[in-house]
């Protein structure tokens, strides 16, 4: 691993169904972010977390949860998905909370 | 008014030419600020930090005014490489609980298309 993955590349999922989009980085970095992109929304943050251990809430975290057991992993997951979850979602991570993020190649999900 | 602002544009400018985008940041605490890159369908990618003093890297010009509480992109020789999403990154300080805490918020990006 090289960087910071997501899987799966994209994903047609069932409204109600239960979803987990994971996220991996190999840089060590402290914090980890999950956001979504819609058309002319822009970048929205889901969840965030500064370090191992640690989660927060960002600007949409309502149907989203996150979790952090180790420095590496910061998988979301959709308790039950909705229509409105259909999106790009993108994972980050960074050294440090003011540091540059990198970008994981984003995950494409349908709800139906 | 929200928290980072762009112009969406679509900046449509011939190669060659110099084309600048403007970001405004409502909270006059913001430290930190950045320039991020975002290719049709791809991941976004850091441009360049923006310094206070201003910052160059090549053909691209990044400024910082804080009286105004806007930063800058500055492309010269415009390629159509160039062609992209811009997006303007800000730290929001956020208090909370007697404990600070830094967010960080895109911008909705400008789009620009560098025309043969």
Known sequence: ???????????ILAAGRRMTLRCTQDMRHNAMYWYRQDLGLGLRLIHYS????????????????????NTDDFPL???????????VYFCASSAGILNEQFFGPGTRLTVL | RKEVEQDPGPFNVPEGATVAFNCTYSNSASQSFFW???DCRKEPKLLM????????DGRFTAQLNRASQYISLLIRDSKLSDSATYLCVVNIPEVRWKTSYDKVIFGPGTSLSVIP
């Open chain 1, 77 to 87: 997951t959709l308790a039950s998905a909705v229509p409105s979850q259909t999106s």
């Open chain 1, 1 to 11: 691993i090289a960087g910071i993955t997501q899987a799966p590349t994209s994903q």
């Open chain 1, 50 to 69: 500064n370090t191992a251990g640690t989660t927060g809430k960002g600007e949409v975290p309502d149907g989203y949860s996150v979790s952090r057991a």
């Open chain 2, 49 to 56: 930090s923006v310094y206070s003093s201003g910052n160059e």
């Open chain 2, 36 to 38: 991020y890159r975002q």
